[in-house]
């Protein structure tokens, strides 16, 4: 674990986009442009805490072991770790989507076993057990949707957000598996350790999203 100074891992691409506003407005600038830069760790103008861009998929992992001590990342990625090794504190209402099984507009689906192609194996395992369903998967870390389309799965397990992309490839979304937007986590030793700054970042965040989230109910109701 880093002793000396707060690591706070976060997500590459859309979530980045949205994080860094919320992270400038709790006080945490970096000290250059991070979606330019080739570097992989940033100061900011908190002397004490710095920033990791990570892939997602790490973000869990790195905090776990406390090569972070604290992080960013989409509440799929959690399910998928499927790790206690660290807490889930924020919801920072972000980059939302949903995880959703798919499958072909105009195909019907044989209702015994059948083949699903999804990068996200644990969660859906755990999905079609619960659904009493036998299944093949097939893992997949990209272009989803071709799966069906070219005869090697039956069904996708997938991350929808507009579901354009299923429409546009012949898919449309079936069963809802999870809500997902984006969590922080933090690595349980650094909590203990790092107790003072780590509760003052989240205070921070956890008042700027309920603030988003009461400004967007008052909009709702004009």
């Known amino acids: 674990m880093n002793s000396s100074k707060l690591i706070i891992a ?4 859309r979530i ?16 250059e442009n991070i979606k330019k830069s080739r570097k992989l760790l940033f100061e900011t103008n908190i002397v004490d805490v710095q920033l990791m861009l990570i892939r997602g998929s790490d973000v869990p992992t790195y905090v776990e072991f406390g090569a972070a001590d604290m992080g960013v990342v989409g509440k799929d990625l959690i399910l998928e770790y499927g ?30 076993r059948i083949t699903v192609a999804t990068k996200f194996i644990s969660i859906a395992k755990g999905y079609f057990a619960e659904q009493r369903r036998q299944v093949d ?9 071709l799966a069906p389309t070219l005869g090697l799965a039956d069904a996708i397990v997938d991350i929808v957000d507009t579901g354009k992309t299923l429409e546009a490839n012949g898919l449309k979304p079936q069963n809802l ?3 997902v937007s984006s969590r922080v986590i933090v690595n349980k ?25 009461q ?7 004009d």
């Open 137 to 145: 998967l097939i893992k997949l870390n990209g272009a989803l949707e």
């Open 215 to 221: 400004s967007f109910e008052r909009k709702q109701h």
């Open 177 to 179: 598996i999870a809500e």
């Open 10 to 13: 976060l997500t590459k691409g």
């Open 83 to 112: 790790c206690t090794g660290f807490y889930e504190p924020l919801d920072l209402e972000i980059a939302k989507c949903r995880l959703m099984t798919a499958v072909p507009i105009n195909r019907e689906i044989k209702p015994d």
């Open 189 to 213: 030793a650094s909590l203990k350790i790092k107790h003072e700054i780590i509760n003052d970042i989240l205070g921070k965040l956890s008042a700027i999203v309920k603030s988003g989230r």
């Open 16 to 31: 980045l986009e949205e994080t860094l506003p919320l992270f400038k407005e709790a006080g945490i600038v970096p000290k």
